[in-house]
Nanobody
Framework: QVQLVESGGGLVQAGGSLRLSCAAS????????MGWYRQAPGKQRELVAA???????NYADSVKGQFTISRDNAKNTVYLQMNSLKPEDTAVYYC??????????????WGQGTQVTVSS
């Protein structure tokens, strides 16, 4: 059973920074990719950033240059460094791990979410 545990959310003023962590119960090498999604009230969940097992990264246009995703394979942990935070970054942030089996079937695993609130 895959477990993803997020931490690092909280309340921060606009312009501030936070670093989210996502600790996996097993080796993150077993996942094709890991990422961070967010969901604001009344909005759909959206991809924020992702990193593949090979280290390639992908970001939503809205956070390019502002957020950085990284991974520590030895700690089985993925991070999201968020700088210059804006009130519109307020959301619940979810860690995601994706595994694609040899038949092409996608299995997504999710953390419980961590609240990020940016005050103006």
């Amino acid at each position: 059973q895959v477990q993803l545990v997020e931490s690092g959310g909280g309340l921060v003023q606009a312009g501030g920074s936070l670093r989210l962590s996502c600790a996996a119960s097993g080796s993150i090498f077993s996942f094709n990719a890991m990422g961070w999604y967010r969901q604001a009230p009344g909005k759909q969940r959206e991809l924020v950033a992702a990193i593949t097992s090979g280290g390639s990264t992908n970001y939503a246009d809205s956070v390019k240059g502002q957020f950085t995703i990284s991974r520590d394979n030895a700690k089985n942990t993925v991070y999201l460094q968020m700088n210059s935070l804006k009130p519109e970054d307020t959301a619940v942030y979810y860690c995601n791990a994706r595994r694609i089996d040899p038949f092409g079937r996608v299995n997504d695993y999710w953390g419980q979410g961590t609240q990020v609130t940016v005050s103006s």
